[in-house]
Each structure stands twice: as C-alpha cells, then as structure tokens.
C-alpha cells in the first residue's frame, strides 16, 4: 500500500452502518432460537467458573470454541463476507482459536474460587446478559442485538475473561486472537461512529486485567 | 342539417385528433430534450457521456438483503430514467457488482448503462481472470471501461487492458486514484501511456487536481471521470448549517449536493462525476444537476470561498 499514511480508518470502511445493522438483524432472525442456546452455554460457562467440578477448564473451553466455530462459520463466512472481503481471513482465524481451545484449553490451570474467578465471572455475566442492551440502548432496536456465542464481540470479551483468570502461562497463546478480534472489532465500530467501539475496547482491556496484574505483582506479594 | 352538421364535427374531430396526435408525438421529444442531461464527449471517440454518473463505493454493498437490493435496483432505475449512463464498481466493493448486476437485470437494463469496473489484484496474471468474474458479476457482454484501481499493478495490468481493448472485448481503458493519491504517477502514465480514461477525486474543496492531471488529461485527451465529489458526505454535512447561498439560483440549484456537483461538472477537462447514493431522490437530485446554467469562472470561485468557510 503505497502513501499509507494517507489512509484514515474509514477508508477502509466497506459498508454502511445501515447495512452492518442489517447484516445482523437478518443473521439474527435466520439463527433463532440459536441465541438461547448460545445465552445458555454461557451461564454454563460461568457455573462451571463457580464450581470445582474435574474437567471444568476443558469444558468451558469446548463450549467457547463451539461458539467460535459457530460464529466462524455461520456468520463470518456465510453472512459478513459478503460485504467484507477480509472476513473470511477472521473466520479462518475464528477456527484457529476454536481449535486451540480445543487443544490447550484443559490446561489452562483455573484457580477454584478468588478475585480472578468472580472477576472472569462478572465480565462473562456482562457479555451474556448485558452486552445485547447495547443495541437497543443504542437507538438499534432489539433485532440488532449482539449476543454471546453467535456474534465475535462479546464472545471475544467472554473468552478473554475466561482465560485471563487462567495462571498457566499458555493462556497467553489462548489470548492473541480474541484480543486482536477485539481490536478489528473496536475499529470497525469506531470507523462507523459507534460508541459501542469503546465498549468493545473497554471491556476487552477490563477483561485482562487479572492476567496483568498477575505480570506485575504489588511489591512484596507472593507469586 | 343533419348531413351537414356531420362534416364539421368530423373535421374538427379530425383536426383535434391530428393535433393532438402530432403533440402527443412531439411532447416526449421534447420533454426528453428538457430533461436530458448534459452530456460530454469522451475525447477519443466522441461518444457522448451525460456528465453525471453513479458511483457504487459503499452504497451498493449491501450483500444479499433483499429490501436494500430492492432499493439499490430502484435507484439505478431512476438513474437511467434520468437519463444517466455511467454506473462505475470495482472488486474492491465487496457486494456492489452482484448488486449492480442483479438489479439491472430486474430493471432490464442491463444494455442501457455504461458499464465502468476495475481491476483491483496485485496479481499480473490473475488480471484477466478477476475482470471475467467481475462480467458475470454485472451480467453485461462486455465492459465498456475497465480502469486499474488504485494504479494497483498498473505495470501488469495494462498491457492486459490494452489486449482486451485490440480484441474488442472492452472498449475503454484507464486508471484510478482517489483521495490525492499518487498523482505523480497518475501524471507520469497520462504522458506516456495511450489511456481513454482517468480518474481522480475533485470537488471545490479537493481542487490539487486543477493544477496539472485536469489540463493534461484535456491535453492528451484523456476523459475524467470525478470520484469521491461529496468526501463520502462529509462536504455536505459541513455545508449543511450554512444557508444556500442567493447565487444558487442563478445555476439553478435548490441543493448544496447541485452546488457542488455543477462546481465539478462545469470544469472543462471533466466528463462525468460519479456521486453514488442509495436514494431514488438523491439520484434525481444529481442528475438535475447535469443541466444549464453552469456557473461561471467567478462564480465557481465564489463556490470554493463558500466551502473553505464551511
């Protein structure tokens, strides 16, 4: 790309506003009653969060990569790319991320109980019951909601605050791609002076703060 | 009496309907006089283009919603009805083409337009390739302009269009800028290469083109096409808050958009500005545009001062 400088964010803004809304508002009706299933993997995920049930990291993350295997296929490549030829680049990244929950998941070492847990906890809450007001809120309508496990946003958010409150090391590995679809996602709401862009940036940076402050512990804590 | 009343009637009948016959037979003509847009000649054919177009960047991307495919099909009906011609896409536009191609084959006129698309791959060799796939996209014959976007691969790719074009398979080739960008090269392939088209953006607040592409392009006989005239609305929203000025109704604009796309349209070096729009009477707005009174030298200066205060 030559005189890259020269680029604003909106340049590379492929649609409308109008018809990202629209976009969703059909994917939504055509997926129904998809989003209760989705609205129930997710409270799953937090019960499995609360419990101290075997296998629980391994669960949780099965059911997060079904999600984003789910949004990979069913939205990104069959509906969004046809206004956006970069999303079936994000879909095959989607199914890397699915496959990697998959394989890595179970050994994520989620603490039972404490600050890291009730914190993934509550920003999972967020996602799965809070994050579809947006749309309405919003002035959007109901039909434009953003749900947890059929759309990228708030299932990124959701995964991110899964893994943060994991301690092994290779969460981080689990945590690249949720985070950079965090980021493709704030700027493509941004581009479209969408207030919901900060939301999505926010919440993504709030969701890793467990995991930052295990990197730099106050002075004198233990490890 | 009876007998002779019949004649009379019969002729008057007659007269009338001759009469009305005749004006019944000339009226289309001249509406179609009145409200045919104004056209400009491409410099190396002569074929006359009307000087206001459709452009699809964005506002044709609307995948397979049937509603706003509807209303793109509704628009590009009003644009022909208008009179208007050049209807331009690229690959780059993710669902345009199949949106274009779709609702000119509703509308059925698919052999009415002028098709201008671009070929937009890094790829020298898949060039020829990408241009098929974008045909059967449009469901046209054959393109009349295919344009290298963004100068993408211009060394590969014109020698494609130039073999395209000696083969009767497209009737135009050109090159694309947008925004300000590369105009150096834009100059350089204008003085060295056999183009029919360029295009570029322009609009009084956009005007870097003016000082050396325009007179070049009308130098080397190159038409113009003008993209981006509104900056994607972002011109129109500045203007909104500022009244019309009493000057618009000497060129006989009711609109800013008429203001600016008159400001464009009134350039000599320009053939066709391409607005793009998802509405029926935004499209009949711009193509009332294309008409006389054009403005003046003074008056397009006046235009300038009116949106660097904006």
């Known amino acids: 790309m030559s005189e890259w400088w020269t680029y604003t964010l909106s340049d590379f803004l492929l649609f409308s506003p109008k018809t990202y809304d629209r976009l969703i508002q059909l994917y939504n009706l055509a997926i129904w009653p998809a989003q209760a299933v989705a609205a129930a993997a997710g409270v799953a995920i937090i019960a499995l969060l609360a419990s101290a049930i075997p296998y629980r990291e391994r669960i949780a993350c099965t059911l997060l990569a079904l999600a984003w295997l789910w949004i990979a296929w069913a939205f990104l490549w069959q509906r969004y790319a046809e206004i956006n030829w970069a999303a079936p680049w994000l879909a095959a990244a989607f199914a890397v991320q699915a496959l990697l929950l998959v394989v890595l998941g179970g050994g994520l070492a989620l603490p039972r109980g404490g600050r890291e847990v009730a914190f993934a906890i509550a920003v999972i809450a967020f996602c799965v019951g809070a994050y579809p007001l947006l749309a309405p809120l919003s002035q959007r309508g109901w039909p434009t909601a953003e749900m947890f496990g059929v759309l990228p946003d708030p299932t990124a958010i959701a995964t991110i605050a899964l893994l943060a409150a994991g301690r092994a090391r290779l969460r981080w590995v689990l945590l690249l791609i949720p985070l950079l679809v965090c980021a493709v996602g704030a700027l493509t709401l941004w581009a479209m002076d969408d207030w919901r862009a900060l939301v999505v940036a926010l919440g993504a940076a709030f969701a890793l703060v467990p995991s930052w402050r295990r990197l730099n512990p106050p002075a004198g804590s233990s490890p | ?310």
Request: hydrophobic letters at 45%.
């Open chain 2, 1 to 310: 009496m009876h007998d002779r009343s019949l004649p009379a009637p019969g002729r008057r009948a007659f007269l009338q309907r001759t009469v009305a016959g005749a004006s019944a037979a000339l009226v289309p003509v001249f509406a179609r006089a009145q409200s045919a847009p104004l056209t400009r000649n491409v410099p190396k054919t002569g074929e006359a283009m009307p000087a206001v177009g459709l452009g699809s960047w964005i506002t044709f991307n609307v995948g397979s919603d049937p509603v706003a495919r509807s209303a793109c099909a509704d628009v590009m009906r009003a644009f022909v009805d208008a009179g208007g011609r050049m209807i331009d896409s690229s690959p780059m536009y993710g669902s345009s083409q199949d949106v274009i191609g779709d609702g000119l084959r509703r509308a059925g006129l698919t052999q009415r337009v002028f098709a201008a698309d671009k070929v937009w791959t890094s790829s020298g060799a898949q060039g020829r390739a990408q241009i098929e796939q974008s045909r059967r996209k449009w469901q046209v014959a054959r393109f009349d302009l295919v344009q290298v976007h963004n100068l993408l691969a211009w060394r590969e790719h014109l020698p494609t269009l130039y073999a395209m074009k000696a083969a009767g398979e497209i009737r135009y080739v050109g090159i694309t800028t947008s925004e300000g960008r590369r105009h150096r090269d834009v100059e350089d392939l204008l003085r060295r290469e056999p183009l029919d088209f360029v295009q570029v953006s322009y609009n009084p607040a956009d005007r870097e083109v003016e000082e050396r592409i325009l007179p070049l392009a009308r130098d080397r006989g190159v038409a113009v096409i003008v993209n981006r005239p509104f900056r994607e609305r972002a011109l129109l929203q500045s203007l909104a808050g500022q009244a019309l000025p009493g000057w618009s109704a000497d060129i006989a604009c009711t609109t800013w958009a008429q203001v600016v796309l008159k400001f464009i349209v009134a350039h000599p070096a320009v053939t066709c500005v391409i607005p793009a729009t998802t509405r029926v009477d935004h499209v009949r707005e711009n193509l009332a545009a294309a008409r006389e009174p054009l403005p003046d030298a003074a008056l397009r200066q006046r235009i300038v001062a009116a949106v660097e205060r904006a």
